[in-house]
């Protein structure tokens, strides 16, 4: 009885435990255990560190842009104002100075306010930019007034100097050409040797002031070859000329026989119809330059001992061609020996108007000879006239009053004086025809098959 009596109050104890107050139903519960295998784990010191280290390098870098940033900012607006300079002025940076040194001379000449601002700028420009070539160059540079850094930078580095010019006419002989490099004082440097006759291309050639000479050599040779390579394709080849340096020899006598354009093709076309009729071409030029070399001036009159020497280049005892040029011809005349006049004239001789009277016969050459004389007699005469006055004689030109010149004529006792020179080189020089010897004989030279030689005017030196 006992037994029943604790019973329901076991039953009941057990229902009233598993009850819950309201109060206690909206309480949260307890969180769930953590799951068995996982282990609590602390942060690792090494990935912390890590951490540190990277946020660190990001700030410096940020400071760091932010620092670059501001220089270019500030160096790029000095870059942009106007410099110090109130009026135009000439700078010349010589060859072989660096950036710095470039620098230190633009702030002493009073052109820019800093150097390290330049030279930062200048490095910069050449970041940003990209630029293949932003070296600053040598040479000789205007800088416009006010002109920015930048403007300065941009002149320099794009070469933009001051030209300069000079001027190598036509039949003048390689030593001629190395001499007049020499004489010019915005050149620098030395000429190794005489470069080798008919290799240079007479032209005007511009350059910065303080650039070789040699590199002036080098630019008329690889002129010379460029026009040669592409003329010697447009031959004919029924000319009686094998190679280029044989075109550029027949040539260089041509461009001393006449300094007049429109005569070029028919003294060519009359020295190619004597080397096709076997007549030997009794050329005065080749007698001098076979005397003098590359000189090119023999300062006196040629003599008959002159024409009757043994040269290689004297053309009234050789047949056809000498072994080389006399000259550097221009590229008019290289024209002209290729495209040669067609004409069946043998002889020319100086007319007194600058040109040349042309003859197919030796008949009217000799007329022509004979009208020559009496000019050449008219200028002995005045000069006679004006030494007998006390006035100093004007040197004829090629325009006016010619300078004495003789052909040897079938029957003349007269010898055949000096060449002409080139009328617009004035180093070339024009040689004063001279009596023959005392000593001369009666009998002329004379082309093969007894014609004698033709004759021309001296030209203005």
Known sequence: MSQNRRRPDATRT????????????????RAPSRPRGLDAREPSRVVSGFVHVISGVLTIALVGML?????????????????????????????????????????????????????????????????KNSELK????????????????????????ILYKTTLPEGLTSGQIVERLRADPNLTGEIAMIPEEGTLLPDTYYYSKGASRQEIIDRMQGEMQKALSALWET??????????????????IVE??????????????????????????QSDPTIIYGIVGTQGVLGRGITRADI????????YQINGLPPGPICNPGKSSLEAGLKPAKTNELYFVADGTGGH??????????????????????????????????????????????????????????????????????DAGSQADASPDDDASDTEPRASG????????????
């Open 14 to 29: 057990a229902r009233t435990a598993g009850a819950r107050s309201p109060a206690e139903r909206l309480a949260p519960g």
């Open 450 to 461: 007894g014609v004698p030689l033709p004759v021309r005017k001296p030209k203005k030196p």
């Open 256 to 281: 001393k026989e006449t300094g007049r354009a429109d005569e070029r093709e028919r003294v060519a076309g009359v020295f190619y119809n004597r080397l096709r009729k076997g007549m030997r071409l």
């Open 67 to 131: 620092i670059i940033g501001g220089t270019a900012f500030v160096i790029f607006n000095q870059y942009e104002s106007p410099g110090p300079l109130t009026e135009v002025r000439t700078v010349i940076i010589p060859k072989g100075e660096g950036r710095i040194a470039i620098a230190e001379r633009l702030e002493r000449e009073g052109i820019i306010t800093n150097r390290w601002t330049f030279v930062g700028g200048h490095l910069l420009q050449g970041f940003v930019s990209h630029r």
């Open 357 to 426: 009277a042309f003859s197919e016969t030796l008949k009217d050459h000799n007329s022509a000879v004979q009208k020559w004389r009496a000019v050449e007699k008219q200028a002995r005469e005045k000069l006679s006239s004006d030494a007998n006055s006390n006035a100093a004689p004007i040197p004829p030109s090629a325009g006016d009053a010619p300078a004495p010149a003789v052909a040897p004529v079938k029957g003349s006792k007269t010898a055949k004086a000096s060449s002409s020179g080139h009328s617009n080189a004035s």
């Open 308 to 315: 009757d020497a043994k040269s290689p280049y004297n053309t």
């Open 138 to 161: 040598a040479g000789e540079y205007q800088i416009k007034e006010h002109a920015s850094m930048r403007d300065v930078i941009d002149t320099l580095s794009e070469g933009k100097s």
């Open 235 to 252: 031959r004919d080849p029924d000319l009686p000329i094998r190679s280029e340096k044989e075109l550029v020899t027949f040539a260089s």
